[in-house]
């Protein structure tokens, strides 16, 4: 028997699909309040759909009833299913753009594949869908800001350690079920994108109904809103969107392939996948002669190119290189050899040099550099001329009761005339200094790259922290002429930070690319502000590997000897 939220489910997708068709609108609303009677009664419904007492529960009637005894009985809608044979796939999510009518939902399907919100983002950014008749390069301007819009109004969006943190826990859950032979993470989150819009989990079985089944048993799941074919679509509590495909284990790496990259990389795979034994398009279903792939390095090697990871499937050039035999072995939370910008209570951290210390020992790293705010800092407690000798003994201390190496640093702020926080003779002291924007983020572009021009050539300038200072989803980066300030760096021995603190993860993959090819070095650091932060790390990693970093691009990557020669003031 189907259960509450599946027959829900139902029931809206078929409201949304009469909106679509222009349907009558009240025919609509009925079948959306019918799911929401559902989903909130908490009686014995298997008992009133038996005896046929369903019209008991407000708003559902005759016609209604009828639906959901079909749904319950069968697990199968016809009327939905003759819905959604006279749309086009992914007409029900494109139709919450504003200004898509089906007409257009149509032609964009036939001419572009456009199959999500996604797609249509992807189709207007590359100017494809100006060319589709019907549209022009005013309403392609329009569609790519109402997405955007939609986008921004997206309660679900999750920064990408929230997203990783939910979606293990799904993960946990559905490998308890005793049927299920593996299941992994697909979509934006496997690639590691700063912000995700969708947890989508690939999962294998011979039985799909009874991984479905543990699904739908998640106790974080607030609400479905499509179930169909082994996938289903769903809302956890917290507001995120969660989507779950359960396919045959014959077919599970393919799909799992398929859902990862972006659709320029595997558009671009499939292209190349043309006559091969290997069905990689994914439009197409596997056929009987396509022999059965069992790990993703079999696709890759399949169209004559190396193995791409997850993190590298953005159409940025991967492809290109895996074919030229350029790919990058890129850096691993193993290769981290010292964990670097972390505060204490000395600042705004919360805890002492001595926690952080133990804490960072005990994740196997060799040294770990004390980085509290400068004296400038007044917003963060930074730390005065006065106090820094007090920490210094501190450090001095701590160090003869740990075996990790304590590097004292700070991170000093770079003042609004692109000079450093504390006088150089102060400076001249610290093993290692990190020069962060903190303050007066709003300059011209001007003024910002003529700041940062002025710290980059300072002698004592050797690692750049948070370069453009965005705070994800509340802080733009600030203005600058970034390319002009990296071929400054690349002229000097300055290494850039890659801040794993999730909320800033910056730098940017496409500025860690472009600084690369200048053969700038670089830290991928935690900006730990508790033994907790330090946890921050495999975020550091997750950006560093999008921008294509090896693990001899990465300074703490180093021996604590070679690294302080690196970043010795």
């Not at 998640?218 to 956890?236: K, M, S, V």
């Not at 932060?533 to 000897?561: C, I, K």
């Amino acid at each position: 028997m189907t259960d509450r939220f599946k027959i829900g489910a139902d029931l809206r997708a078929i409201a949304n699909c009469l909106r679509i068709k222009g349907e009558n609108p009240f025919k609509a609303q009925a079948y959306e309040r019918g799911a929401a009677a559902l989903e909130s009664f908490d009686g014995d419904l298997d008992n009133l759909i038996i005896s046929r007492r369903l019209k008991e529960i407000g708003g559902i009637g005759s016609a209604l009833a009828a639906t959901i005894e079909e749904i319950y009985s069968t697990g199968e809608c016809w009327l939905l299913q003759q819905l959604r044979d006279e749309l086009p796939p992914g007409a029900v999510e494109l139709s919450g753009v504003p200004g898509l009518n089906l007409k257009k939902i149509i032609a964009l399907h036939d001419i572009l594949h456009v199959t999500s919100i996604a797609d249509l983002k992807a189709a207007c950014e590359e100017g494809q869908v100006s060319k589709v008749k019907g549209f022009g390069l005013k309403s392609q301007t329009k569609l790519l800001a109402d997405v955007e819009k939609l986008e921004k109004q997206q309660d679900g969006f999750l920064l990408l350690n929230d997203a990783l943190q939910q979606a293990e826990r799904m993960l946990n859950h559905l490998r308890g079920c005793p049927q299920l032979v593996q299941a992994d993470l697909a979509g934006a989150l496997r690639r590691r994108k700063e912000k995700v819009r969708r947890i989508i989990i690939i999962a294998a079985s011979n039985q799909r109904k009874a991984v479905l089944d543990r699904f739908l048993d998640y106790p974080a799941l607030a609400r479905t809103d499509e179930i169909e074919n082994g996938r289903c679509l769903a809302r956890l509590a917290s507001g995120a969107s969660a989507e779950i495909v359960i396919v045959d284990p014959q077919d599970y790496i393919v799909t799992l392939y398929r859902r990862t990259g972006s659709r320029k990389h595997i558009a671009k795979l499939a292209d190349m996948a043309r006559g091969k034994s290997v069905a990689l398009s994914p439009d197409v279903p596997r056929k009987n002669n396509s022999r059965i792939v069992t790990t993703e390095n079999e696709i890759y090697h399949s169209v004559g190119i190396s193995y791409i990871p997850p993190e590298l499937r953005e159409d940025k050039g991967e492809i290109e290189a895996a074919k030229a035999g350029r790919l990058p072995a890129l850096l691993t939370l193993e290769d981290i050899r010292g964990m670097t910008h972390c505060h204490t209570v000395y600042s705004d951290g919360r805890n002492s040099i001595e926690e952080m210390a133990l804490a960072a020992s005990a994740m196997g790293m060799a040294y770990l550099t004390i980085t509290d705010h400068s004296q400038s800092a007044y917003y963060a407690r930074g730390v005065g001329i006065d106090r820094l000798r007090a920490q210094w003994d501190e450090i001095a201390r701590v160090q003869e009761r740990v075996d990790i190496k304590l590097l004292k640093g700070t991170e000093s702020d770079i003042l609004a005339d692109g000079s450093l926080d504390y006088p150089d003779p102060i400076l001249e002291q610290f093993d290692i200094i990190i020069a962060s924007i903190h303050a007066r983020h709003k300059m011209d572009s001007d003024q910002m790259t003529e700041r940062l021009l002025r710290a980059v050539r300072l002698p004592l300038f050797k690692i750049w922290g948070h370069p453009l200072g965005r705070l994800l989803q509340s802080r733009a980066p600030f203005d600058c002429r970034m390319e002009e300030v990296l071929d400054e760096i690349a002229q000097s021995p300055c290494a850039i930070e890659v801040n794993g603190d999730p909320k800033r993860l910056d730098l940017e993959p496409r500025w860690i690319r472009a600084a690369r090819e200048r053969d700038i070095k670089f830290i991928v650091s935690t900006d730990a502000h508790s033994t907790g932060g330090l946890g921050n790390l495999r975020y550091g990693v997750a950006m560093a590997r999008r921008g294509w970093l090896a693990p001899d691009e990465v300074l703490n990557t180093l021996s604590v000897e070679t690294f302080i020669q690196a970043v010795r003031p």
